[in-house]
């Protein structure tokens, strides 16, 4: 099934229209919707400065900053 093309007049008449969606549909836009913000969201980094005696040691602590 194809998606369905909506038109509008002005921008409220957009606004107030429902999302038209397919059954089922809602979670996986809600996943996209999670991927999406992964993708684009500020990463957080530990606050602080940071030294170590060698890159093998910097790289370890990148990679657990990473997996949390």
């Given at each position: ?7 509008f ?8 229209a ?5 059954e ?6 809600f996943l ?8 684009i ?12 005696r ?7 602590a990148?990679?657990?900053h990473?997996a949390?």
């Amino acid at each position: 099934m194809g998606s369905r093309v909506q038109k509008f007049r002005s921008v409220s008449e957009m606004n107030d229209a429902e999302p038209v969606l397919r059954e089922g549909a809602g979670f996986e836009r809600f996943l996209r919707h999670c991927a999406r913000y992964w993708a684009i969201a500020p990463r957080r980094y530990p606050r602080g400065v940071f030294k170590f005696r060698t890159i093998e040691e910097a790289q370890r602590a990148r990679e657990r900053h990473h997996a949390r």
